[in-house]
């Protein structure tokens, strides 16, 4: 059932690209519609939501991982003010 919900995002290459962090490697799909980036170990078979920084790839908590692979591509990104770092930037701000 996740592979079929997964089907339903779509990436921005067919195969997905292959990452090297300490010494793992990693297996990663970025969804062009909603913006939601996807990853797993080679060594595993789950895809799990990640969040994408400039040198590092970090699994997000298991409870919105969970939520991303099991429901289908909501087909847009999520409003900038929902996003995390948004909320830091708006309360740093104040």
Known sequence: MVDNL?????????EPR???????????H???????DFAREASQADW???????FSVKFLDDSVGQQWVSEPCPGTPPPMATMPSKKRMVQRRR
């Open 6 to 14: 997964l089907k339903t995002h779509q990436w921005t290459s067919d």
């Open 18 to 28: 292959e990452i090297k962090i300490e010494g793992k490697l990693i297996f990663h």
């Open 30 to 36: 970025h969804c062009r519609k909603c913006d939601r």
């Open 48 to 54: 799990k939501a990640i969040y994408i920084g400039t």
